[in-house]
């Protein structure tokens, strides 16, 4: 992208010095520390600083791999500056944001890329950080506390490096088929770790013996790595590409994509998304016509067919493994329609009505812009809270995060930018590029935001950033229709 110096050639000096001096401190610091993490991460810097400057685009697949794959969070790269860590994700969004800026600087006819998401998600971020430096202020929160929440929602800025910075087709396809491949390394690492076992965890993020309302399923391991919302969003987008795109439906290695995310998604055993799963599907037969509704039913059936001979084929021999599987399957969805997962005080959904409560409360207390993150916004509650645990910050229902954190405003902030980003899709997607794209990650995001009822999808570290980049793709095709369609 800076391959070519600009006309203006001081300008493009001030440029390479700028480099050549954060080059030379980090190296500098190698040499004074002398610790292997400095030079590692140094190096890590200089080559990742490189790629981004060729390919802003490599910068934004670094920034998901190390976010929402199989990388674990303090596993990111990083180093100590005295007042907090320094990561190299920090590192890539920085230089995706300088390429920005020096594209306003040197070419006259560059300006920013606008979207209607725009002015809600700035909104959005700027009331978040600013609540919270209210609350340090006030020595509710501290400057420890709040740097993990706060560069977990500064993730979204992703958003920007997209629609700024991505620009032609073949990077579009590119970001696309690398994103699918991520899906397709995390699931299939999934899949090892299931048959490795609980006893011998390997995966960063959750991997655990099932437990569904009271029931041990001893065989069965529940596995939740940092990719899974990447898998998640693929196996929605694959499916929609399957029911709605004639050119890639009958693509072999996307069957393949949409089987491996699938696999993902249920070893997740997230009933919320599986929950989620019917919904999309009964919205796809809403939004489809006659013809399509025909193709999704006669695909589903043999969808169907298809699972039903695995599942034979699973059950007779696979000794126990396979059948303790399906048990298990079966009884955490339906457990979604036993009376008990609702009216139980001591069922994992009732068990959380008491930090609704405290949320509520909170949120009256202030009602604009909400405590800030990285405070506390309940007491230590004994059998809640123990030792090994303090819950105080944490708090499952993603709605109620966003009014305790960020109030009513930073609330419909970012409601407003999903819900915009679920009506552009919807009323878009069949004019827009890579329609069956832009469908399913709609239909996604329709998903999240169900799931975000029983866990805060919409402000998680491993969901912000993939979350950030399909907003961004989806506007890019957005924006690629004509002025008289859009």
């Not at 110096?5 to 001081?10: A, G, H, M």
């Not at 993902?264 to 009933?271: A, E, I, N, S, Y």
């Not at 878009?428 to 169900?450: D, E, S």
């Amino acid at each position: 992208m800076l391959a070519n110096p600009p006309s203006d050639q001081f300008r493009y000096i001030f440029l390479m010095l700028g480099i050549s001096i954060v080059i030379g401190l980090l190296l500098g610091m190698a040499i004074v520390f002398s610790t292997p993490g400095i030079v590692i991460l140094a190096i890590s810097i200089v080559l990742s600083v490189k790629l981004v400057l060729k390919n802003p685009v490599w910068g934004i697949l670094g920034y998901i791999a190390l976010t929402s794959t199989l990388i674990a969070t303090d596993a990111n790269p990083g180093v100590s500056i005295g007042i907090g860590h320094i990561y190299l994700t920090d590192i890539i969004l920085f230089t995706l944001f300088f390429l920005i800026g020096w594209e306003l600087l040197t070419r006259l006819e560059a300006k920013l890329v606008r979207t209607p998401l725009d002015i809600p998600l700035l909104v959005f971020i700027v009331v978040a950080l600013v609540s919270t430096f209210i609350a340090m202020i006030r020595g509710t929160a501290t400057l420890n506390s709040m740097l993990g929440p706060a560069r977990e929602i500064l993730h979204l800025l992703l958003f920007f490096a997209v629609t700024n910075l991505v620009k032609t087709d073949r990077q579009i396809r590119l970001m696309h088929g690398m994103v699918i491949a991520f899906a397709w390394v995390v699931s299939i690492v999934m899949v090892i770790q299931y048959f490795t076992g609980a006893a011998l965890p390997f995966l960063p993020g959750r991997v655990e013996v099932l437990y569904t309302e009271g029931t041990s399923f001893s065989g069965v391991t529940r596995i939740i790595p940092p990719g899974y919302p990447t898998v998640f969003f693929v196996f929605v987008i694959t499916c929609s590409i399957w029911f709605f795109d004639n050119k890639y439906s009958g693509n072999f290695i996307l069957t393949i994509s949409m089987v491996l995310s699938g696999i993902g998604v249920l070893l997740t055993f997230k009933r919320h998304l599986w929950a989620a799963l019917v919904v999309i599907f009964l919205i796809m037969l809403l939004v489809s016509n006659r013809r399509e509704i025909q193709r999704i039913l006669i695909r589903g059936f043999s969808a169907f067919a298809v699972m039903f001979v695995v599942l034979y084929f699973v059950s007779n021999y696979t000794g126990s493994t396979g059948p303790d599987l399906i048990a298990s399957s079966a009884d955490r969805m339906f457990s979604l329609f036993r009376e008990e997962t609702y009216e139980d005080p001591e069922s994992s959904l009732r068990w959380r009505d008491f930090e609704n409560y405290y949320a509520s409360r909170q949120f009256v207390s202030h009602p604009f812009i909400g405590i800030g993150l990285g405070t506390l916004y309940r007491p230590f509650i004994p059998g809640r809270d123990w030792s090994g645990f303090d819950g105080r910050g944490w708090i499952h229902n993603g709605f109620y995060w966003l009014l305790v954190r960020t109030g009513g405003i930073g609330f419909l902030a970012m409601m407003g930018m999903m819900m915009t980003v679920i009506f552009r899709g919807f009323k878009y997607w069949r004019v827009a590029p890579n329609k069956a794209y832009v469908l399913g990650f709609t239909l996604a995001i329709v998903g999240m935001l169900m799931g975000n009822s029983v866990e805060p999808l919409i402000s998680e570290g491993y969901w912000t950033p993939i979350t950030a980049t399909l907003m961004g793709l989806n506007e890019l095709s957005i924006r690629s229709i004509s002025q008289s369609d859009v």
